[in-house]
């Protein structure tokens, strides 16, 4: 599993000429989504990676069968999304990348996402779990991981070739990964 992330400090932010002063709750870190252009990932993330904003697109390897060959890609995990930690009076350091449509949000504003939900998803896809994206759903059975490295999440269950695996979703950004756990990690929610 691949990822990209830079983490710069504080004083290095302070210093980009871009900055805007916005009032209370604005100057503060958080996880955002930034929707990008169809299969424009990498270069926000080499953009956002130049600009030194803080940045998380994992990645997953697939193989792909073509005529006379087999290839194996590299893909985000989250397609059309990257994931950006900044204050919000800094958004304009990700918006103005050619490549971005906007940061996701409601009401014209951007929404944070969950920094604990975050914080383990990057955690346990640093790990050497073999994840890949899924179909968000919204039915099935919902289970909350007790262990392994996406423990405290919750999910929905699901079965492939006999191996049980939690569906996780994002529910901001509507997308999914599926994960292969094991059956002693995950223990049902009331429905």
Known sequence: MEFSTVVTTGSERASYSGAIALPGGRE???WYAAYTRA???????????????????????????????????????????????????????????????????????PTALPDTEMEIIRSGLSQSLRAEPHPFLTIGRRVRMTGGPFAGL????????????????LKLIQRSVVVDVDAADVEALLQ
Not at 43 to 58: C, Q, S
Not at 75 to 81: A, D, I, K, Q
Not at 154 to 169: D, I, Q
């Open 39 to 109: 299969q424009h990932e990498k270069t926000v993330a080499a953009e956002l990676g130049m600009r030194e904003v803080e940045h998380f697109l994992p990645l997953y390897s697939s193989v792909r069968r073509w005529k006379d060959r087999r290839v194996t890609l590299e893909s985000p995990l989250f397609p059309g999304y990257v994931f950006v930690r900044l204050a919000l009076r800094e958004r304009l350091r990700v918006v103005q990348i050619p490549s971005v449509v906007r940061l996701v949000g409601f009401n014209g504003l």
């Open 28 to 30: 503060e870190e958080h």
């Open 154 to 169: 919750e999910g929905v269950l699901t079965r492939k070739k006999g191996n049980l695996r939690v569906v996780v979703s």
